[in-house]
Structures are given as C-alpha cells and as structure tokens.
C-alpha cells in the first residue's frame, strides 16, 4: 500500500496514518520514547497532515532505508541528505556543520583544521559504520599528516547503552581526548547536557579543497512513487518553519546558512 492510500481522508475511509521510521536509541535525533528532535518534527507534520503518526523503529545501520522505507514498513524517513539514490528527498529543513568540541575549562578555543596544535593533542573522531568508514574531519586530518594522536569512535556503537554515537562527547568530557570533531547536532545537543561545561566551534573551512565538505544539508525522504506526499512534506516545512527551526534551537543543533 503506498503512502498516499494510507494517507488517503476521505468520507467512509479510515483516518489519515503518518508511518514514520526512525532509531529507537538515537538521541537527539530520536528514540523510542519520541524524545528527539526528529521526534518532534514528526509530531509537528502528522498534525499539520491530520494524521495519526505511527513508528517503525530499525536502528540506523547499514542498509536502513532498504530495510524500513524502500521495504514498505514506513513513508517518511525524518533526517536524510538531498540527493541519497532511490528516495526522493524534501526541500532542506536544516543545514548544519561538523564541529570542534573541547572542554571550557581547557580553553582550547580551536577552529581550523589547520590549527598546529591539532598535531599534538589527542582528537576523538567519529567512525561510520561496520567497516569503519572514515567521516569529514578524518580525511582532513589525514590529508594534513595527523593520524597518530586520533581516536576512533563508532557511529553504530554499543547498542546496549542509550545512544551509542554520544560516547565520543563522552570521551571530551571524561579527559579521554583533548577535542573531539563531530556532527553537529550531536555535538550541540551533549555539550547542553553535560555536567562539564564545552565549547563548541564550526570545523572551519567549511570546505575543505579539492572536495571535502563538513556543511550538510537535511532533508526529509519518501519512496520514489511518493511525489504527492513529498509535496505535502515540503509546503509543511515552509509553512512551520518558525516551530521547526524553535525546536533546532531547544535541542542545540548548530546550522549554518
């Protein structure tokens, strides 16, 4: 069934449904007890459709979207870069940017990547992945010859701990890294929450030649046959973009314009 049958509202017809899937152990982006900010986005879309939202939770690994949206389980995934292959994906509704995070008391105040210090200090970095594929701030790092004093940290992580990726926002807070170089949104989230006061600064450049980039885009996706709710989706996110970008800011997510 597509997702405009289920969304269908016509006299006779069952209510409107807004099948959504999301991770259940994601903050802050989601999770199963609809805490994040992907969480609340959803909310905010099912009531602008007249829809009563629905979840399918996957975790968020390898092969996600085959397995939940292209699969059939859901119709809306919440948080997807423009232009991933066979989805179609919504107008932007954020754009944010991998960022530097130190502790206050450190006074690091660090925000180049071609900052000489980087060559010393020991720099958390996220891995993506089961094959340990490298994000942004490692090829950067590498091209600049820095790969000794770096350390790891899984994307996927332990799945028995509530929000695996944290725990590299962990490591700044505990002293196990100097700084850390981490998405944003994740950054800016912990960094509220943790019991020791952090900074955080935009990894700069934001481009980094000949083709590395560390500002995003996101994006809402639907299955390829869903032109109609994409349209739907993409009226939502200009008519509530007060309320959205309100809810960006209750959560800490950094954007860039």
């Known amino acids: 069934m597509t997702?405009?049958?289920?969304?269908?509202?016509?006299?006779?017809?069952?209510?409107?449904?807004?099948?959504?899937?999301?991770?259940?152990?994601n903050l802050p982006f989601s999770n199963q007890r609809q805490e994040g900010f992907e969480n609340r986005l959803a909310a905010l879309i099912s009531q602008e459709l007249k829809a009563k939202l629905e979840y399918t939770w996957w975790a968020e690994r390898r092969g996600f979207l085959r397995n939940t949206l292209n699969a059939g389980r859901c119709d809306l995934v919440?948080?997807?870069?423009?232009?991933?292959?066979?989805?179609?994906?919504?107008?932007?509704?954020?754009?944010?940017?991998?960022?530097?995070?130190?502790?206050?008391?450190?006074?690091?105040?660090?925000?180049?990547?071609?900052?000489?210090?980087?060559?010393?200090?020991k720099i958390g970095v996220q891995l993506i992945g089961d094959d340990y594929a490298n994000t942004p701030p490692v090829h950067a790092l590498s091209r600049r010859g820095i790969v000794r004093n770096i350390v790891g940290y899984r994307i996927v992580g332990d799945y028995s701990e509530a929000n695996p990726p944290a725990r590299i926002i962990d490591a700044v807070t505990d002293g196990q890294v100097d700084v850390a170089g981490?998405?944003?949104?994740?950054?800016?989230?912990?960094?509220?929450?943790?019991?020791?006061?952090?900074?955080?600064?935009?990894?700069?450049?934001?481009?980094?030649?000949?083709?590395?980039?560390?500002?995003?885009?996101?994006?809402?996706?639907?299955?390829?046959?869903?032109?109609g709710l994409a349209r739907e989706l993409d009226e939502v996110l200009v008519r509530r973009k007060p309320a959205i970008d309100s809810i960006l800011t209750e959560y800490g997510v950094p954007r860039t314009q």
């Not at 405009?4 to 999301?22: D, I, N």
């Not at 019991?195 to 955080?200: D, F, H, T």
Request: hydrophobic share 40%; glycine share 8%.
């Open 3 to 25: 997702a405009s049958a289920v969304l269908g509202c016509h006299a006779g017809t069952p209510a409107r449904e807004l099948r959504v899937c999301s991770d259940p152990n």
């Open 78 to 121: 919440m948080g997807m870069p423009p232009g991933v292959s066979g989805v179609i994906t919504t107008r932007p509704y954020y754009r944010s940017t991998y960022v530097f995070v130190w502790r206050r008391d450190r006074h690091l105040d660090i925000k180049s990547l071609d900052d000489p210090r980087l060559r010393t200090l």
């Open 182 to 227: 981490a998405w944003g949104p994740l950054a800016g989230f912990f960094a509220k929450k943790s019991r020791v006061p952090l900074e955080i600064s935009p990894v700069l450049p934001a481009f980094d030649p000949p083709g590395l980039q560390f500002v995003f885009d996101i994006a809402l996706a639907v299955r390829r046959d869903e032109q």
